[in-house]
C-alpha cells in the first residue's frame, strides 16, 4: 500500500533502530479500499521514551499527547502522525475505559485488542500486510465484524456499537450477523457512555453514504440514545445534502422537545440554533422575505434542500428563484436594510423597546411595499405611531 515519505520515514527510524513499526487501523484500510487518507496512525514496539529518543535524534518535532496509553505525536511538515506503543488493555470496569493498559513486544497482541477486524490490519513496506483476523478479506466482503467474541468487544467499551453502525454508514458495509445480534443484545450499554461521544459518532454516522438505510434498520439503538426518538423519513436522510445540522435536523422532525435533545447531546451553540430553526420553520408557511429574515440566506436553502428531500413535489425552485431575486434586487428583508434606524427613531420620541418594535412594523411594512423603503416615507410612517403608545 501506498505510505507518504513522512510515514515511511518515521517507520524506517524506528526500524533501523531495532524496533517493530507499522502503519495501522483507519489508514490501512482506507487505502486498501482506495479511499482518501487523511491521518497515518503508526504503532511500534518501542516504549514512549524509546519513541522521543527516536525522534530527538532526528530532530523531528513531537507532542505528548497520550503517554497513559503510550501515545506520541510526532508533527512533520505541520503534519501530525500518532505514534503508539503496541499494548493489551486491562479490565474494563465502566464498558468504556480500561483501568489499565500494559505494553507489550507482540504486534499480534496489540491487533487482537482492537475493535473489528478492518480496523486490526497493521502494514510497513518490509513486511507487507499483519492481518490475523481477515480484515482484507472482510474488506472485499464489505462486512464489518469484530476481532474475537463481539458480546465481549461490547461490553468491553460500549461505544463500539455506535462505531460499528457509523461505518456501516460511512463505508456502506453490511454488519456481520453475530456482532449485528450483539449489538442489540448490547444496546442499553450505551446509556453509560458520555453524550459528547455519543454524539461524535452519531454525526459521522448521519453524514455517510449509506445513513438512511443503517438508521432505519438500527433504529431500536437511536431510541436508546435518544429515548425521545420517533421513526424518521429514512429516504429523506439518504437524499438531503451531506451537512451533519441538516440531516440531524431530519432525524428529529418528528420528535418531540428536540431543544432538550440538544442540549442533552450537548452540541455546539451554532449546530443548536440551525437545527432548532429548520425544524421550526419545515413546518412554516411563512413568506420568503419572512424566512430571509429568520433565517438567513445559507439557512433558507438549506432548509429548500431539506424539504426538498422530505417531499420531492415541494416548490423548491420557485422559492429559490425568488429568494434570488429578493437578493439580487437588494429588497429589504432585515431591519439593517431600513433606511431608518433607532437614532431616527429617538429623535422622534421613541424609547426603550418601542424602537425595536417600530422598527419590525416598519419592515413588515416594507415587506409588502418595498418603494416605501424611504427615510422620509418611513419617517412619516413612524411619526403616525406616536400616539399609539407603541
Not at 489499565?100 to 513486544?105: A, D, E, I, K, L
Not at 450537548?266 to 420568503?288: G, H, P
Amino acid at each position: 500500500m501506498y505510505l507518504p515519505r513522512d510515514a515511511k520515514r518515521i517507520i524506517s527510524l524506528l526500524t533501523q533502530s531495532q524496533y517493530k513499526a507499522y502503519a495501522v487501523g483507519g489508514c490501512v484500510r482506507d487505502a486498501i479500499m482506495g479511499r482518501k487518507v487523511s491521518d497515518y496512525d503508526i504503532t511500534t514496539s518501542a516504549l514512549p521514551n524509546q519513541v522521543e529518543k527516536v525522534l530527538l535524534d532526528n530532530d523531528i518535532k513531537f507532542v505528548e499527547t497520550g503517554l497513559k496509553h503510550g501515545t506520541i505525536t510526532a508533527i512533520i511538515n505541520h503534519q501530525p502522525y500518532e505514534i503508539t506503543t503496541f499494548r493489551t488493555d486491562g479490565k474494563y470496569s465502566d464498558n468504556r475505559h480500561p483501568e489499565s493498559v500494559s505494553f507489550v513486544n507482540d504486534i499480534n497482541e496489540d491487533l487482537s485488542r482492537r475493535d473489528f477486524t478492518i480496523n486490526a490490519i497493521a502494514y510497513n513496506d518490509e513486511e507487507g500486510f499483519i492481518d490475523l483476523f481477515g480484515g482484507v478479506e472482510d474488506i472485499k466482503k464489505r462486512i464489518i465484524k469484530t476481532v474475537g467474541k463481539s458480546d465481549l468487544r461490547f461490553q468491553e467499551d460500549a461505544l463500539r456499537i455506535m462505531r460499528a453502525l457509523r461505518f456501516s454508514s460511512q463505508l456502506s458495509f453490511g454488519i456481520e450477523e453475530e456482532t449485528r445480534l450483539a449489538i442489540f443484545k448490547n444496546k442499553e450499554l450505551l446509556n453509560n457512555i458520555a453524550a459528547e461521544r455519543i454524539y461524535s459518532e452519531l454525526v459521522k454516522l448521519l453524514i455517510g453514504d449509506n445513513a438512511g438505510s443503517v438508521i432505519k434498520e438500527y433504529s431500536e439503538i437511536i431510541s436508546v440514545i435518544i429515548p425521545e426518538y420517533k421513526e424518521c423519513d429514512y429516504n429523506a436522510i439518504a437524499v438531503a445534502p451531506k451537512k451533519d445540522y441538516i440531516r440531524l435536523a431530519i432525524l428529529l422532525l418528528k420528535t418531540d422537545n428536540a431543544d432538550g435533545i440538544l442540549k442533552r447531546l450537548r452540541v455546539s451553540n451554532d449546530t443548536f440554533d440551525k437545527v432548532t430553526k429548520l425544524i421550526e420553520y419545515s413546518r412554516s408557511d411563512a413568506s420568503v422575505k419572512e424566512l430571509l429574515n429568520k433565517l438567513g440566506v445559507d439557512l433558507l436553502f438549506d432548509l429548500i434542500e431539506l424539504k426538498k428531500a422530505i417531499n420531492s413535489s415541494f416548490e423548491t425552485e420557485k422559492i429559490r428563484e425568488e429568494a434570488t431575486r429578493i437578493i439580487e434586487s437588494k429588497e429589504p428583508y432585515r431591519i439593517s436594510d431600513l433606511k431608518i434606524n433607532g437614532n431616527d427613531l429617538m429623535a422622534l420620541g421613541f424609547e426603550g423597546k418601542e424602537i425595536s418594535s417600530v422598527l419590525e412594523k416598519l419592515l413588515f411594512e416594507v415587506w409588502n411595499n418595498p418603494e416605501k423603503n424611504k427615510k422620509e416615507i418611513l419617517l412619516n410612517i413612524a411619526s403616525r405611531f406616536i400616539s399609539r403608545k407603541i
